[in-house]
């Protein structure tokens, strides 16, 4: 009985003292473990990349879309109506400046003609002999006043006529390249009928508008760079135009610029990716574009102080492919985070690699 109280006792020691050992371990455990992720966790700085800002020039440049226009365009039409008798032009061909284009059947107003002038030349007989006859005191200045005034309209009459005569033969404006027609030979004609199309390509103007805020920095006789759909060629045009003043509903004010299109490749009509040089700062504040982080209420980059990382708030004009220009937020000096910025926060331990910006 004693032996089976002594088995007992020794089971009970063994399971006690087993139970303790596994307790111990374990809190030893959790101690190692705790310190480790103290000592490679919270406090261990995060390695990242940052740029030191070095001020320097920078070349404002801002880049916009505009459309092609042609130099010279109008819509070819007749002034006055009536038949169709004859088109002088092939389409798609260039035409030179006074080139008769189409003609008016004109002989209804021949015939006018021809009447005003046997009425203007009789009236001019009569102003004649009511002329001798008043120097001779035959009539009284009245009536030749009266064969006067009579002349003088039948002149200006036929001189409508003629001016109607003139517009029957429709000729261009300026010189450039005829569009496709709309009309045949023998169809009538009113004011309103589009004949064809009349554009100078040669040189083309360029249109296009900048934020309300790039306003004073642009002038007259700027050189700028565009390129087109489906070209990768770049072409020059010089700024010739500029609007006095900003369209209210967009903020935009208006450009214009011209450039040479002697070969024809610039259709009006197309758009063009303009590269338009702003005024040169001095002393400008250049960060990497993805060192901006935007935020509900502006901007802001992470920068380094006493190891840590900062929330610096910045404001920002210009930008280009690589860089962001800022106005305010930064000094000269600051250390500016590029890398890990999802991963860090206001404080957090960093352990920068820098370069030079």
Known sequence: MKTKHVVYAILIIGLASLIVYRIMTNKGS???????????GKDRPVPVSGVVIQPGKFNNTLTVTGSIDANEQVQVRSEVQGI????????GTNVSKGQLLFKIDDSELRAQLTQALTRENLAAETEHRAKLLLEKEAISREEYDVALADYRSLKAQTQLIRAQLAKTQVRAPFSGKIGLRSVSEGEYL?????VTSLVSINPVKITFS????????VRNNTKLSFTVSGSDKKYTATVYAIEPLVEASTRTLQLRA???NPDGALIPGSFASISLPLATIENAILV??????PVQNGKKVYITENGKAKEVMIETSARTEKDVLVTEGLKEGDTVLTTGLMTIKEGSPVRVKTGRK
């Open 30 to 40: 959790e101690k190692t473990g705790g310190g480790g992720a103290q000592a490679g």
């Open 84 to 91: 169709v008798r004859n088109i002088s032009f092939k389409e």
């Open 190 to 194: 009113t004011p309103t009928t589009i």
């Open 210 to 217: 900048v934020p309300e805020k790039y306003s004073g920095m």
């Open 258 to 260: 011209r450039a040479a």
């Open 288 to 293: 990497p574009t993805e060192a901006v982080v």
